[in-house]
């Protein structure tokens, strides 16, 4: 059984007296450890697919079950909860908490877990040092260059060691040279924690980084590529800790 | 979350400063209001009013219009029920309603110190026994006017040394200023020589104060002047009528304030709220349960109204602690206290107003759209 599986997902929208049907009857399965990127043009339900799998969109049919939860049975309690434990989500413009600490942001989800303080402040310092960023943990967002602040976001996506990490355009608001550093960062947090992705994104440059790439267009996939799943390699000594 | 919780209010310092102010602002009237209210009640009941009577002429309210013989005493003292009956002379600078009123009772030393419920801080009573022009000082009136022992005290034909300040377990005691029954009567003015303002009667512990009070007022009928009885507490009451009156109405401000502190704080918070909408679909997309959103918000806004409420409650009860504050009018006086109850019913209020006005904004929180919120700019 896949980790992500989505049957016959139906997403519609009405706009004014027209509907629009962003996901026609999908069905994807995405495998653990899988990098899968996710493009197309604007308005053809890449965020839509990307939302319904985080749980924070429900669709109009269809079932899509993550780790052997069927999600779209869950209430909005349950499902606060299960993406507590098992979802990790990295936005296009950080969406940092502006009152809290680089420290504290990536603290915040382990806080919805049953940890002890130690246990949390283990894991905040590794994944702040996964990506780089323990010298900058007192540091608030509007501290941080755009680049580091995406690094904080990742870091808080990745505290909770969950099951699937989705990544919403994760380098739309980013410099070149920024945006390389962090499609670095996320391939190393998938080939060497085996962190099962799914992203989102408009560049074909970006979306290469990916195991397996799809298309999506007018609700239904275009084209699929590079269907192996990445395998976990030797890598970075400090990911590998925080694994 | 209660860092977040805390860092928030403290990120937002403008808008938490004007809130709680406000908050203070509004809760310090509501207890100014309340302390009157209190003062109010504890002039009207309790064993003080509801066990001695007042003996008064008929027809009349200001002390200054009431004239009975000091000898009705000896009448008095031979009807059923009547422990002990002490002709009180009554001066007051005013008989209309002030916020400074003096008032002066004028009655036997010894019998005061027997009867009323008087604790000298300053002074002793030897000297207020021996001195013509000796006068103890209530607490509140000391405050008041900066008097303390060893001072001499003028207001109008009177002049007093003062030779002793008091505490007493009846507030309205503390706005008196006592001297002795002679001393008054003399005074340049009163031209009152045999005569009283009133009797105020102590009763035996079975006496039906009622009963008793028909009785006086029916034994004294036949002398020269016609009397009216009642207890010391409708006697008050109906002395400030008109202020009873007022003080009535002025419960519903009291109201007033808490409505105003409950809607500035729920006007901030769902401003707050509104401003930060993003902010909780981001917390909830990390996982965070929709009760837990509503809880933050209902902690920033009872934090914001604890804060203000009990700096406000805080102030007020400062202020009537340190400034002896009364109402008086024909002589009889509401002694605004600070109060272990106006302190509770401050901080309830407040955790109260402060949980009812995060709900609306809680709610919206809890419910937020996610999607369509993490759209936003």
Not at chain 2, 181 to 202: C, I, M, N, P, S
Request: net charge negative; with cysteine; hydrophobic share 40%.
């Amino acid at each position: 059984m896949a980790l992500v599986e989505l049957r016959g997902v139906c997403k519609r929208f009405r706009k004014g007296d027209e509907t629009i049907t962003p996901l026609d009857h999908i069905d994807l399965d995405i495998e653990a450890g899988e990098f899968v990127s996710l493009m197309g043009p604007s308005g053809t339900g890449k965020s839509t697919l990307l939302n319904l799998v985080s749980g924070i969109d429900r669709p109009d049919s269809g079932t899509i079950t993550v780790a052997g939860t069927e999600v779209t049975k869950l209430s909005r309690s349950k499902l606060a909860d299960w993406r507590a434990a098992n979802l990790g989500y990295i936005f296009q413009t950080h969406n940092l908490i502006p009152v809290l600490t680089a420290y504290e942001n990536v603290e915040l989800p382990t806080l919805l877990l049953k940890l002890t303080a130690s246990q949390r402040r283990q894991r905040v310092e590794l994944a702040l040092e996964a990506v780089g960023l323990s010298d900058r943990a007192d540091h608030y967002p509007r501290q941080l260059s755009g680049g580091q602040e995406q690094r904080v976001g990742i870091a808080r996506a990745i505290v909770a060691h969950p099951q699937v990490v989705v990544a919403d355009e994760p380098t739309g608001s980013l410099d070149t040279e920024t945006s390389e550093q962090v499609q670095t960062l996320l391939q190393r947090l998938n080939k060497e924690l085996d962190i099962t992705m799914l992203m989102v994104t408009h560049d074909s440059d970006v979306a290469a980084i990916a195991s397996r790439q799809l298309v999506l267009d007018r609700g239904k996939f275009l084209e699929q590529s590079g269907t192996t799943p990445t395998r976990k390699t030797d890598g970075d000594e400090m990911i590998k800790q925080f694994g | 979350m209660t860092t977040y919780v805390l860092k928030t209010i403290w990120r937002h310092r403008t808008r938490t400063l004007l809130t709680v102010t406000g908050a203070a602002v509004a809760m310090f009237v509501f207890c100014f209001v309340g302390s009157v209210q209190e003062g109010l009640h504890r002039l009207t009941t309790g064993a003080d009013a509801d066990r001695s009577l007042i003996v008064f002429q008929e027809s009349r309210f200001c002390p200054t219009s009431s004239r009975l013989p000091e000898d009705y005493s000896r009448k008095i003292e031979e009807v059923p029920g009547v422990r002990e009956v002490m002709p009180i002379q009554v001066w007051t600078n005013n008989c209309r309603a002030s916020l400074d009123i003096v008032v002066f009772q004028g009655a036997d030393p010894e019998q005061i110190r027997r009867t009323r419920p008087l604790t000298l801080t300053d002074g002793d009573w030897q000297t207020f026994s021996s001195q013509r022009d000796a006068a103890i000082v209530g607490r509140n009136v000391a405050q008041r006017r900066g008097l303390k022992t060893g001072d001499p005290f003028s207001i109008g034909e009177i002049s007093v040394n003062v030779t002793g300040i008091f505490e007493s377990s009846v507030p309205s005691e503390e706005n008196l200023i006592y001297t002795s029954l002679a001393f008054l009567q003399y005074t340049r003015g009163l031209d009152a020589a045999g005569l009283v303002t009133q009797h105020e009667v102590l009763l035996t512990d079975d006496a039906d104060p009622d009963r008793v009070a028909s009785e006086i007022d029916a034994v004294l009928r036949s002398g020269p002047v016609a009397t009216r009885t009642r207890r010391k507490g409708a006697f008050q009451a109906s002395t400030l009528s008109d202020l009873v009156d007022l003080i009535g109405f002025a419960h519903w401000l009291g109201y007033a304030c808490v409505g105003l502190v409950l809607s500035l704080v729920a006007t901030t918070t769902v401003m707050s709220v509104q401003d930060r909408i993003k902010e909780y679909a981001v917390l909830q997309t990390i996982g965070v349960r929709p009760l837990r959103a509503m809880r933050l918000v209902l902690a920033e806004s009872t934090i914001l109204c604890v804060v203000g409420g009990i700096s406000g409650t805080l102030l007020a009860l400062a202020a009537l602690e340190i400034g002896g504050f009364a109402i008086g009018a024909e002589g009889a006086t509401i002694s605004f206290q600070p109060s272990l109850a106006l302190a509770i019913t401050g901080t309830l209020v407040s955790v109260i107003v402060g949980l009812a006005a995060g709900i609306a904004p809680a709610v919206q929180a809890a419910s937020v759209p996610i999607v369509n919120a993490l759209r936003q700019a």
